[in-house]
């Protein structure tokens, strides 16, 4: 047995412990790594039948179970109590026409597979396919332009912001570095002090400095407790108006500290206001140089251009499935048709994935191309309900490409 194999087997043995445990979150992601690494492993996609969340990949798992091993009985029974009438109704078919529509997309080609169309001696109630060689389409799946992540429509990525077909914002920027350094965090702090301590020592040690002074103590240290705010956001205008408050306190305080000490009884007074304005002096210094020379980094951004594009983590059939419906469901539809075509390219006998990519096709309106391969995922179905289903939806598909061509 190869260390290869080993692996595989203690992830399988461990995933059906974690089942038999009620951990079916860990028991789904051993077991996913096990068909990852072994598409064929019967044992794998049994299991893995017991333990995902939705109806559909349910059914997915136990059709490659019974492709591997077309007489597995346990696999059998579960898939028949899956289309009992009593139980929970099939998914259906997704309503083509609730989207907009509109060009298409351009990222990597689909892989070449079969084409099948219908005999022309069958009914269309019942295809009958029959190989079709050598299928192509001049549209823009088979460039490499790139392509609105939602309608797939060509797009400039120079010039658009948002999709001119759909509307969608194509354009965002993301911040280099998530997460906020110890520096900004110092920086927020000590300004938020220094803010503190300016409006303190004011009203607290100086009952007789002018309405107007006071007035521009309050609004100085007030504005820059409330402004701090945005630079714990990290709005980089924002930041600029606190870094500018800071100088100014600091300036006033550099000014004040240069006052002589009074010499009446108001001595003791001065030296602690004189000794918390320093305090503040150096705070709001302390803050200016870390503002302005270490929390760059903290603001920096880079452009995002919302084209549709394959996850670079994904790297199985199931796994470029599973993605592609999730992005289907937030209604990136030209995403998610890249990531069915992989499943689809990797896969090319698994009918559920092509179903996906056929209805994904048909909502974008690339009907010759959903066609194709639902017939082709017809002709793969070994369960006669989801084989009618194919059927409906081909139905329908048909009348499409017939209106197009009229």
Not at 123 to 136: A, E, F, I, K, M
Request: glycine fraction near 4%; hydrophobic fraction near 40%.
């Amino acid at each position: 047995m190869s260390a290869n194999q080993a692996q595989i087997t203690q992830w399988l043995s461990a995933g059906v412990d974690a089942y038999h445990a009620g951990q079916l979150n860990k028991a789904q992601n051993l077991l996913m790594q096990v068909i990852t690494a072994d598409e064929h492993s019967e044992e794998g996609w049994l299991w893995l039948s017991h333990v995902v969340d939705d109806r559909e990949e349910q059914r997915i798992c136990l059709e490659n179970v019974l492709t591997i091993n077309p007489h597995n009985q346990e696999a059998q029974r579960i898939l028949a109590t899956l289309t009992n009438p009593e139980g929970p109704p099939p998914p259906t078919p997704i309503d083509f026409e609730t989207f907009p529509g509109g060009p298409p997309l351009a990222p990597p080609p689909i892989p070449t597979h079969e084409s099948w169309v219908y005999d022309s001696q069958s009914s269309p109630s019942d295809p009958q396919l029959s190989y079709q060689q050598d299928s192509s389409f001049d549209d823009v799946w088979s460039s490499s332009d790139p392509i609105c992540a939602y309608c797939a429509q060509v797009i400039n990525e120079n010039k658009d912001v948002k999709c001119p077909n759909c509307q969608h914002q194509l354009v965002y920027y993301k911040y280099l570095y998530p997460r906020r350094s110890i520096t900004l965090l110092g920086y927020i702090f000590f300004s938020l002090f220094a803010a503190f301590l300016f409006f303190a020592q004011t009203y607290t040690f100086d009952t007789e400095m002018p309405l107007f002074q006071k007035i521009l103590y309050f609004f100085l240290s007030g504005t820059l407790a409330t402004t701090l705010f945005g630079s714990i956001m990290r709005f980089f205008r924002i930041h600029l108006i606190t870094l500018a408050i800071n100088m100014i306190i600091f300036f006033i305080t550099l000014s004040a500290s240069i006052e002589p000490i009074g010499q009446t009884y108001h001595i003791i007074l001065d030296l602690v206001r004189a000794e918390l304005n320093s305090f503040v002096m150096v705070l709001s210094f302390t803050s200016i140089i870390l503002g302005v020379g270490f929390t760059g980094s903290d603001f920096a951004q880079e452009k995002i251009i919302h084209t549709a594009k394959l996850d670079k983590k994904v790297n199985s059939p199931h796994h470029f499935y599973r993605t592609g419906r999730d992005y289907a469901r937030r209604g990136m539809w030209a995403t998610a048709i890249l990531h069915y075509q992989r499943a689809v390219g990797t896969a090319p006998l698994q009918a559920n994935y092509q179903r996906a990519l056929g209805e994904a096709y048909a909502r974008l309106r690339f009907y010759d191309r959903s066609l194709d391969i639902l017939q082709s995922a017809h002709q793969n179905a070994s369960n006669p309900d989801v084989r009618a289903e194919l059927t409906k939806i081909i139905d329908y598909v048909t009348t499409k490409v017939a209106e197009k061509q009229t």
